[in-house]
């Protein structure tokens, strides 16, 4: 009986040993972006920007890879970063202008802290490449202070709302306006005035340059006067020889 049990009591452990070896492991616990924006609690800007883009959906999918490759980061503006637009910027903006802006907030690498003192500029984003100088993002840090800029506005890091190996949100005081969007585009030339009679203004160069034609139309017209007058003169005196 003895034995019976014992038996019993080893092909239970054994067989409950097996089981938790071969037992699929727990599914991986997954933030999605607009969870750790929400547990911000100052993003609500952004996070409609996001969905309205469906640019959460993107990364979402990203984040529910179990081994992503490269990470992900992002620069979230605050609602008042946001408050800091002009009126009316964002509703200026196009569907595609809105997914590109939205794209230049976001890395396509994981990037901590520590490695902003050494990023290699101008950083590349979602937005496209940087090589033709259209989403130009630099970072720099000076001690505890990171700054990112765009070639339109200057933003600061305030600080680290969320990051683990997968994904990195700071949050920034301005909103990272691209250039190719918000770029100062250069001025065109001014058009000649036309006068009530309708022919063009010359311009004070060319101005000049007909004057000066006209003078030496005058002078030649004065020499040829003066040559015919000297030739009369000498046929009145010498003719009647």
């Given at each position: ?124 984003t979602q937005a496209g490449d940087v ?37 990195a949100v700071y949050q920034v005081d ?68």
């Amino acid at each position: 009986m003895r034995k019976l049990l014992a038996f019993a009591f080893l092909f239970f452990f054994f067989w409950d040993k097996t089981l938790a070896q071969i037992a699929p492991a727990p599914p991986l616990k997954v933030d999605n972006i607009t969870s750790i924006l929400e547990k911000g609690g100052q993003f609500t800007t952004f996070i409609k920007l996001l969905k309205a883009t469906q640019v959460a959906d993107q990364l979402n999918n990203q984040l529910s890879t179990p081994d992503p490759n490269d990470g992900i980061t992002v620069f979230a503006p605050s609602d008042n970063a946001f408050s800091g637009l002009k009126p009316g910027t964002l509703n200026s903006l196009s569907d595609q202008e809105k997914l590109q802006l939205v794209q230049f907030h976001i890395l396509p690498t994981l990037m901590s802290t520590s490695q902003f003192q050494t990023a290699s500029n101008p950083l590349r984003t979602q937005a496209g490449d940087v090589k033709g100088g259209k989403f130009p993002l630099n970072v720099t840090a000076e001690g505890n202070q990171v700054n990112v800029t765009t070639g339109v506005v200057n933003a600061t890091v305030e600080n680290s709302v969320f990051s683990d190996r997968r994904i990195a949100v700071y949050q920034v005081d301005k909103v990272l306006l691209p250039l190719e969007i918000f770029g100062t585009a250069p001025e065109p030339a001014p058009a000649p005035v036309v006068p009530e009679n309708g022919s063009l203004v010359s311009s004070p160069k060319t101005a000049v340059k007909g004057a000066d034609a006209a003078g030496a139309v005058s002078l030649k017209f004065h020499a040829l006067a003066m040559g015919f007058s000297s030739f009369a003169v000498f046929w009145a005196i010498f003719g009647g020889f």
